[in-house]
């Protein structure tokens, strides 16, 4: 994966810039020794490092304001950075860039149940968003499997999702307002705890632009009452396309699951051999969870059962009680782990319209042949949202290209079936140079604007999203500068 | 005066081409958000399902297609448009017939809006012209998409200010087996605010909460399946003993209920301003007695006030302390602007994207600003 070339000019000025970042930063929240850069020099796609010119760490909204405007002064390249759990890269630094961390910005500003919201800012991790309602009966609904890291900031950048936002929507419908600063160091705030803020709507702009426009450093986020209970079912089946089928059965039949997983059999086989979690050695696995009451939990996954039956499935185990939902989710959970057991893995999240699911698996299986690495399955079926995982060894020359080649096919199979690149991960570094794949220059020139219109210099996170050949003359109009 | 009336996107990738002053954009009409005077085009010729997955929960359409018709091919298949959006004809006096595009470009959503989500969060993709006739896409048509910016947010709720929206992919939903409301008669508008924040509070999924100071009535609606509505239904009614006894009504009283709070037939006269307000729930009540309306309603367990003024008032002075926003719905354009005026930072921001989207300034010139 390429990277821009470091400016030269904003290298020799590091000792400027560092100076002039303690003049507005308590020494602390500056980072610029070499041997602490290094703990920045990567986000969770770890294959691609380099360490930034320097960190900071601000603690308010008016010290980022402040970072801001001496590094769009200094045309120095700002990479936001929330907790360091991109999966595509959105936080990987360039070597002439500052990082700008919001982890020490982890408040909750507000609680309020009666108006259902929570503010907080924006460093604060999402689990500990639910951790400070939950005593109370609430929970915030987007939980992308990181959660217990990822920061608001992140999810923000990214429009994050989860498991259960089949039924609660992603990041950007549990989004209600923002404080937000630009690369100009202006501070504005957008929306807030009513529905629907006014004029055109820049939040759900904001929302998924992965810190190209600005740093959110506050969110409003809409909380809501914790159901009464929830259980899983699992369903094993003979065939992808017997699996897929009965989803959309399901779908159709009107129940709507908060949680439709699915497993394919390389990744059964791994989860099993790593967690024992009791799973058939099966073809295709679905873990299906509704929520309720005890009685409406019964009605609705006797309707699941119901249609169920109707495909002959292998297995068939309704959670009689917490313990038996725990087992069920055991396996799902340690999914990632056990295929990280088997080898160096990469996860990709492409998006696939439901129903091209069985032909989209077979043709996924037969790449891995001809590119000769393995393939695992563990996703999100309900929503259509892809997570397969393909193993490589790192340590084998030329077997991550393959891989990163293997990787660009799946997702080109992605958009050819009327899908997507990225349904959760974001674009990052990961799939920027695939974005021609599902764009016109046009649709891709129109989304460029946007950037000038927020961040004219090109400065925020500038070598992500679009492929670098399209975001170029843009960029290196700023270099020029700088 | 004008009105182009294309078949095809490139059609209207052509007329805005070819024009040298203003476009209005008009698709059904219903929503009085052109105001009359100079060239139009008008998207009814863009008409069509173009494909529709149930399995899926999915439709994509062109954006002339009739809002009756998408409903009706939906309805077939045992789903809906989960955001209930009102039909504005009686309210604004107007005739026609709505389309898709004019509900995602004007994000119109009813009372379901507080439980699922607005327009906006069930729009999935868009194709639309700009202002320089550039044919563009945002989003697709699955149902996770995080690829690119998010310009099917930024297009809906726009009013045809960025472009012209030619086609929509979308987001639907089953039709629940039932829904039933709970009916709280005689509580002034404090308590009927604190009982639907109440309700909405409660873990029993509460699909819209409504209270109509005019009938002197508080409506709290949920859905499902028959024996969990039955369920919720004698929780809530526990839950909310403290503020009296409810009546319970079931199915079509109930839909009929709702499709009027929908579409606000709370207004008598024909002549009053009507202003749309969404706010924080638990402000609506100090609001409304603040604004002084003379007529009025809750939605979205107060977050939406519907309140009738006389021609030319202007709410937004009372409502600045509160936060939230005000829009007129009905009535002349004056010195009262209809759109909230925004901070001077985000009114820059919105005006420079405007401006690359419309260069010349010719779509729906003068609105929202």
């Known amino acids: 994966m390429e990277m821009p070339t470091p400016s030269q000019n904003v290298l020799n000025r590091k000792p400027e810039l560092v100076k002039r970042l303690l003049s507005v930063l308590p020494r602390d929240a500056v980072i610029d020794h070499e041997a602490e850069t290094k703990a920045y020099e990567c986000d969770a796609l770890s294959a691609y490092r380099c360490p930034p010119l320097a960190a900071v760490l601000p603690r308010t909204t008016e010290e980022i304001s402040a970072i801001l405007k001496i590094c769009n ?42 108006d259902r919201y929570i503010k907080v800012q924006s460093g604060r991790t999402n689990l500990s968003v639910t951790g400070a309602v939950e005593v109370d009966g609430f929970f915030y609904a987007p939980d992308p499997s ?11 950048a990214m429009n994050s999702g989860g498991a259960h936002c089949l039924k609660y929507g992603v990041t950007s419908n549990n989004l209600l307002g923002v404080k937000f600063v630009t690369m100009q160091g202006d501070i504005i705030e957008i929306g807030g705890p009513y529905l629907d803020a006014e004029g055109l709507d820049l939040l759900g702009l904001i929302c998924g632009s992965e810190g190209q426009l600005g740093i959110v450093t506050e969110a409003t986020l809409r909380i809501l009452p914790k159901p009464e209970g929830a259980l899983p079912v699992l369903i094993g089946f003979d065939k992808n396309e017997t699996a897929g089928a009965c989803v959309a059965d399901i779908v159709k039949a009107g129940v709507l699951p908060v949680a439709i997983e699915f497993m394919d059999s390389p990744c059964i086989k791994a989860t099993e051999a790593f967690a024992g979690a009791g799973y058939p050695l099966c073809e295709a696995l679905l873990i299906i969870e509704v929520e309720g009451s005890k009685a409406e939990i019964d009605e609705q996954l006797e309707k699941i059962i119901t ?10 185990r309704e959670a009689k009680d917490e313990d038996e939902a725990n087992r069920i989710w055991l396996g799902r959970k340690s999914a990632f782990g056990a295929m990280g057991q088997l080898n160096d893995y990469m996860c990709l999240d492409g998006t696939i319209p439901v129903t091209q699911l069985p032909y989209v698996l077979r043709r996924m299986n037969e790449l891995s042949e ?26 084998k020359p030329g077997d ?83 | 005066m004008n009105i182009f009336k294309p ?26 958000v052109v105001e009359s005077g100079g060239n139009s085009i008008e998207t009814k010729g863009l008409s069509g399902i173009i494909d529709y997955q149930p399995g899926a929960l999915t439709m994509i359409a062109q954006a002339g297609t009739p809002l009756k018709e998408i409903e009706s091919a939906l309805s077939k298949e045992g789903q809906r448009l989960p955001f209930e959006p009102m039909n504005s004809r009686a309210l604004l006096g107007r005739v026609g017939s709505p389309t898709i595009g004019g509900v995602f470009a004007a994000n119109i959503s009813g009372p379901r809006r507080i439980q699922v989500g607005a327009a906006r969060d069930f729009l999935l993709g868009v194709r639309f012209v700009d202002g320089s006739g550039n044919i563009l896409k945002s989003g697709g048509s699955v149902m996770k998409n995080v690829t690119g910016y998010d310009l099917v947010k930024l297009l809906s709720g726009s009013y045809g200010t960025l472009g012209v929206i030619t086609q929509v992919a979308f987001k639907v939903l089953p039709i629940a087996e039932t829904q039933a409301t709970l009916i709280v008669d005689g509580l002034d508008d404090k308590n009927a605010v604190n009982a639907l924040t109440t309700a909405m509070n409660s873990p029993f999924d509460v699909s819209a909460a409504a209270h109509a100071p005019s009938k002197n009535q508080t409506y709290i609606r949920i859905e499902g399946f028959d024996k969990s509505v039955l369920y919720r239904s004698e929780k809530l009614q526990a839950h909310l003993k403290k503020f ?20 606000v037939d709370v207004f008598s006269d024909k002549t009053s301003d009507i202003w749309r307000l969404s706010v924080k729930p638990t402000a609506a ?47 002349k354009s004056g010195s009262v602007p209809r759109f909230q005026p925004q901070t001077k930072l985000i009114a820059e921001l919105s005006e420079k994207i405007r401006s690359k989207f419309d260069p010349r300034g010719v779509l729906n010139t003068g609105l929202m600003v």
């Not at chain 2, 009296?244 to 579409?263: H, N, T």
Request: net charge negative; proline share 5%; glycine share 12%.
């Open chain 2, 285 to 331: 009540p100090e609001i409304v007695s603040s604004i002084g309306f003379h007529q009025y309603l809750y939605d979205w367990s107060g977050g939406l006030i519907w309140g009738a003024l006389p021609q030319g008032s202007d709410p937004r002075l009372a409502l600045a302390k509160f936060g939230g926003h005000a829009t007129r719905i009905r009535g």
């Open chain 1, 400 to 482: 991550l290209q393959t891989c990163e080649a293997f990787g660009a096919e799946i997702l080109k199979l992605c958009v050819e079936v009327g899908g997507c690149l990225t349904g959760e991960h974001g674009v990052g570094i990961e799939k920027r140079d695939l974005m021609h794949v599902q764009f016109e220059p046009v649709d891709l020139e129109a989304q460029m604007q946007i950037k000038d219109v927020f961040d004219p210099n090109w400065l925020m996170n500038p070598a992500k999203v679009f492929p670098l050949s399209s975001s170029a003359d843009r960029r290196n109009a700023s270099s020029a500068m700088g």
């Open chain 1, 73 to 114: 002064e200094m045309q120095v390249p700002v990479v936001p950075r929330g907790s360091g759990t991109s999966l595509s890269g959105g936080a990987l630094p360039t070597a002439d860039s500052v990082i700008l961390g919001v982890a020490r910005m982890n408040a909750v500003l507000e609680t309020n149940y009666p």
């Open chain 2, 7 to 32: 078949k095809t996107e490139s059609d209207v990738a052509q007329i805005i081409c070819e024009t040298n002053q203003g476009l209005n954009i008009i698709g059904g009409g219903t929503r009085g």
């Open chain 1, 146 to 156: 990181s959660q217990l890291a990822c920061a608001i900031a992140g999810n923000i």
């Open chain 1, 370 to 395: 001809e590119f000769g690495l393995k393939v695992g399955n563990v996703f999100h079926a309900g929503d259509g949202n892809l997570h397969p995982l393909i193993l490589y060894d790192a340590n």
């Open chain 2, 244 to 263: 009296g006894e409810a009546q319970v009504v079931e199915k079509s009283q109930s839909e009929s209920l709702w499709s009027k709070i929908r579409d």
């Open chain 1, 307 to 316: 249609i169920a039956r109707k495909h002959d499935p292998v297995e068939l």
